[in-house]
């Protein structure tokens, strides 16, 4: 902008006089103000905002940041134990390096003929995510794994023509609250109940609730709280046999050690690929995918883009395009069922270049040795006086819940006290699950190794006598 003394702001631009009323002249109108002629006054501001003043030195803004940002309390200087739904692992350097060029890191969405590298990178994501989860279908990068959930539901409520979707109770409030918001205009929502005893899905609770009305049925494994589902096979007969789909959410990681989805029966599978090779961000950092079985009705209910793969002009040459585009928001617009633009491309091109470092025996040495630190964490907690680890002696991935309900402290009370001293501790569960009361969800990862995860331990004891 310019102001009345004739300042130009570094940082607006075409805020120069001269660029200003050409632009303005351009355009017929007088000056900015003739743009908001159709806003009533009433609407408009009077005056001016109540802003500070400007800072046009980029040293001194970029002072001002740095010192707002150095409020943070970062991981690069806490011992983290806190998950649910963004984790922190480690993202090798390479990961770094090739989101970071320029051509992936500043591009938006180019053409057939424009944007080769990120097309081709695009369609090995697929190709891998298809194979870690048993799919032959993947969509490019949803927003997060709550949006691809929203989607996949939806699909299946679609593509079976009913309204109705069943939803464990298994998954965070969180992610209850966005499916419900996202889904409300076309389903309608009913949770299952869990089992007290395992903490997983209650299958007569299932079965009673799967009526004519129900097109899909959703479930996450492992759980928000970390729990392991072993009967995704009887669950997928339950579900087909009330002529609904089954829709399966994981963590990837886990799927180094576990089954994928497709073998025990899902039909959609969607996920979050952040442990992928992606850094935590200030509310960023985060993508989901969905995948299904190569089938016309599934392909084309996908809201995204798909990347496909063709034979070029000449032998031996190949080509990365995009698929199946009438069935997108892009050609359909406002008659699209689903919206998902080019969303999260960038991360999508990180979880690819993770995945092909770490290789089929990478992640299942990787997911072995979270479950390992997790149960070694667990026994630990689990020693402490007045504190347990609930289903102890059920299998778990990486999350498990602590109960603090012996220890006449609040999980607030303990992570505040563990924060003094450098650790960020468990997710408090008490408004979520209220049932659970002063519980707390824990993370432990590849970057625990015994001695931090003694140091927890250590920690704890000292805080809870």
């Known amino acids: 902008m310019t102001d009345d003394k004739g300042f130009t702001h570094p940082y607006v631009p075409n805020a ?26 009433e609407l408009q501001v009077q005056g001016l905002l109540n802003l500070p003043e400007p800072m046009p030195s980029e040293h001194d803004l970029r002072k001002h940041v740095e010192a707002i940002i150095g409020q943070n309390e970062s991981c ?70 709550g949006a691809a959930v929203n989607s996949a539901v939806t699909m ?10 069943l939803l464990s109770g298994g998954i965070s409030a969180d992610r209850h609250s966005q499916i419900r918001g996202f889904t409300k205009p076309v389903a309608d929502l009913t949770s299952i109940g869990i089992d007290p005893v395992t903490g997983l899905m209650n299958l007569d609770d299932l079965k009673a609730k799967l009526t004519p ?37 994981v963590d990837p990681l886990s799927l180094g050690v576990l089954a994928a989805p497709a073998d025990y029966g899902a039909d959609i599978v969607c996920g979050d690929i952040q442990p992928l090779g992606i850094h ?10 969905i995948a299904s079985r190569d089938e016309e009705r599934f392909v084309s209910e996908f809201p995204m883009i798909l990347m496909s793969i063709a034979p070029g002009a000449e032998e031996g040459d190949i080509g990365f395009a995009w698929s199946t585009m009438q069935r997108t928001s892009y ?43 997790a149960r070694y964490a667990a026994l630990r907690i689990n020693e402490l006086d007045g504190v347990k680890v609930t289903h102890l002696d059920g299998a778990f991935f990486k999350e498990f819940s602590v109960d603090f309900n012996g220890c006449g402290k609040s999980v607030a009370e303990i992570n505040a006290a563990l924060l003094e001293r450098d650790i960020f501790g468990g997710k408090d569960l008490s408004a979520e699950f209220p049932l659970l009361g002063q519980s707390a969800l824990y993370c432990v990862t590849e970057i625990h190794g015994k001695k931090e995860i003694d140091r927890l331990v250590d920690t704890l004891r000292e805080v809870l006598s």
């Open 331 to 373: 050609d359909k617009r406002h008659d699209s069922e689903d919206y998902a633009g080019t969303t999260q491309w960038l991360w999508g091109i990180g979880a690819a270049v993770y995945l092909s470092l770490m290789g089929p025996q990478g992640m299942d040495e990787l997911g072995r040795g979270i479950m390992q630190r």
């Open 156 to 165: 299946a409520c679609r593509i079976t023509g009913r309204r109705g979707v």
């Open 213 to 249: 009305e129900i097109g899909a049925v959703y479930f996450e494994n492992p759980s928000y709280l970390g729990l392991i589902e072993s009967r995704g096979e009887e669950i997928a007969e339950i579900v087909h046999a009330a002529g609904a789909m089954l829709v399966v959410g």
């Open 280 to 289: 935590m961000y200030g509310g960023g950092g985060c993508a989901g995918f």
């Open 76 to 145: 690069r200087d806490h011992l983290n134990f806190c998950g649910a739904g963004c984790w922190q692992h480690y993202v090798p350097a390479l990961c770094d390096e090739i989101t970071g060029r320029g051509e992936f890191l500043t591009a938006y969405g180019g053409g057939t003929y424009s944007d080769h590298g990120k097309n081709q990178a695009i369609f090995e994501f697929q190709s891998l995510i298809g194979e870690l989860v048993g799919m032959e279908v993947v969509g490019s990068p949803a927003y997060d794994m």
């Open 16 to 41: 120069a006089p001269e660029a200003r009323r050409y632009l303005l002249k351009a355009i017929g109108v007088e000056s900015a103000d003739d743009l908001y002629a159709s806003v009533p006054q």
